[in-house]
């Protein structure tokens, strides 16, 4: 008889493993890297491309760009597009990061070969229109000058600039004369060294087909597209001196905006994954040390969380918080009070098991189902990573202990080391 009292027993795994994906090449060199399952008569096809960050303006012009492509091309406008695409039930996505700028379709398989001319176009073709562009920036300035009056969000400007230096595509600091600035001529510019096959990869996830990757190569592969791109080396971040503790002031608000945090490795680095654990404790999820001080304990703000963010070049740690104006000063002592006890006392081993357990769940979440496994991988490629790199990081947060969780904190968390940003 089957038991329904009992509950099975609880175990979490020591290891996720993810199957590499096949790789393929088209005519000209694009790498495909394929994850199939037939759950779903559907496919999605990601076009990767990396940016070039020698643009410190990079940040603007990408946005921009990357959300104008399906807005017109030599033969179609956007709304042919848009008509076009939806009449196959298809939909198309264009986005960008600090790193890559991403075309993204998902499509039923049995449209994707009327679907992939409209998306060909959309890739190779785009024109950026005048009357479109005017459009786009008026609304994207009314946006930002509308975000201008929140303090998290001048927050967040400010402290990338002082992380990473004005210099950087990282750090640079979006002014509403940019917006002004712009034009045409800067987006097809950074179109035309962006988007072209010898800085594209693509990744094909769902139900491939056999004829999938040849329909793929019919519109992508053969002549190579788009303008030769000198190889790029590693853009060098400028090394930054600490700042004083900074606070802007806000005529008028009444909250304030906390920014603490540095420059910081990225997930290529021995130490990333314990260090991830540790901002897990800090303040990286619901139940950290950071959320039960200053909300649950002390009522200072909604929330609190910090981050170690990991990009190509670099990456950052962060902790952010909003508090009332009044609550400014003890809010700052109570952070720094928490990074002092991660330097100068080791971890609960229970403490520790339960954000180990959050982890692995986490892990689980982020590669449950074969969309979400080629998102994971798609993170990857950025570092030139495979998928063994997730079997490293479950061992590592298996392995790791209480002690070196507190002699990392000695490394990283010194106080002299942090940048300090009140804005309100």
Known sequence: MLDRITPPAFKIPESVEINEPNRSELSNGIPVYCFHSEKQDLVKIDFIFDLNHNSEKLALVSSIGSSMLNEGTSEK??????????????????????????????????????????????????????????ITLKNAKQKFLVRLDEVDFLAHLEFNRDVFGSSHAYGFKVEQKDYDELTRQNLLDFYKRTYGSNNCKIMLTGNIRSNSVELIGRHFGGVDWGVELDEQSEIEIPLLSKLEPKHIKK??????????????????????TKLQVLNTVFGGYFGSRLMSNLREDKGLTYGIYSALQSYKNGGCFVVAMETGVENNQIALDEIYSEFKRLREQTIDAKELELVKNYLFGEILRSTDGIFATSDYYKGLLLYDLNSNYLSGVMKT????????????????????????????
């Open 77 to 134: 406008n956007s709304e042919e597009i848009a008509n076009e695409i939806d009449h196959y039930g298809a939909f198309l996505r264009t986005q960008s990061s600090k790193d890559t700028a991403v075309v993204t379709l998902y499509c039923l398989n049995k449209h994707l070969e009327s679907v992939l001319p409209v998306i060909e176009q959309v890739v190779k073709d785009s024109v950026f229109p005048e009357k479109e562009l005017e």
């Open 397 to 424: 947060i298996n392995e790791t202990n209480p002690l070196e969780l507190q002699e990392l904190a000695q490394k990283y968390f010194s106080e002299d080391t942090l940048q300090e940003l009140v804005v309100g």
């Open 251 to 272: 005529r008028g608000a009444v909250q304030c905006a906390i920014r603490i945090g540095k420059r910081m490795i990225n997930k290529t680095h021995e130490d990333y």
